[in-house]
């Protein structure tokens, strides 16, 4: 799941009902909680809602990355980003959990910084051995260069089939994505549209089921992730 909590300032008790309901195996966040005591309220958060903190490191800025509390979890890692003075402050956040490395971005409202986090993303995404999902808020459309340059490693899960994600109450556009390598299958994508999930931040979240494949394209696993 690619879940925009917009800090946690709209109703944080639709938000559990929304990730509890979707029996998400990892939960890529953008916007979590901000203040002093933000470490504490995501944690908080995160076990309502059935899952564990993996990174939430002050690094990570705008993102964090959570998962199901027996999922394998190696070198987790927040990546600070640079910035410039009177703009957000961003990061992006990094884990391989059961065997597939993922990487969580809410990248810049400026193209122009968008494009310079990119190479900074770029660089890191092109070391990456395996299984790969990208989930992120994009800030903007799937024809946009930022969706291009990320598709060099993984690719739209939805196949250009989603439905907008942004803003919950009236959603026309697409700006949140789950991409995955090769290496992955979507088995189904969805964007969760019901009361709870329009009360409960300005975005929609984004559900994909990904199963690992081999080269001959046969499914290798004996179940499905959901992401």
Not at 104 to 118: F, T, W, Y
Not at 120 to 125: D, I, P, Q, R, S
Request: glycine content about 8%; cysteine-free.
């Amino acid at each position: 799941m690619s879940y925009n909590l917009k800090g946690l300032q709209l109703d944080e008790n639709a938000a559990v009902a929304v990730v509890r309901l979707a029996q998400v195996d990892v939960l890529g966040v953008q916007e979590p909680p901000r203040g002093p005591l933000r470490k504490a309220r995501l944690r908080r958060w995160a076990e309502r809602a059935g899952l564990r903190v993996v990174v939430d490191d002050f690094a990570a800025r705008t993102t964090a990355l959570l998962a199901r509390p027996d999922a394998v979890v190696e070198a987790p890692r927040a990546h600070r980003l640079p910035w410039r003075v009177g703009w957000t402050r961003r990061g992006f956040a990094t884990a391989r959990v059961d065997g597939v490395e993922v990487v969580v971005l809410h990248l810049s409202v400026h193209p122009e910084e968008r494009a310079r986090h990119l190479d900074l993303v770029e660089a890191y995404l092109a070391q990456v051995q395996g299984p790969l999902v990208v989930v992120g808020d994009l800030n903007e459309g799937p024809d946009g260069p930022a969706w291009q340059r990320l598709a060099r490693y993984a690719q739209d899960t939805a196949g250009g089939r989603a439905a907008p994600t942004f803003r919950a109450s009236g959603p026309r556009h697409r700006i949140d994505a789950v991409l995955a390598s090769p290496e992955l299958e979507a088995r189904k994508s969805r964007v969760l549209r019901d009361a709870a999930a329009r009360r409960a931040s300005d975005h929609l979240p984004l559900v994909v089921d990904v199963a690992g494949v081999d080269a001959a394209g046969e499914d290798v696993g004996a179940g499905s992730s959901r992401v």
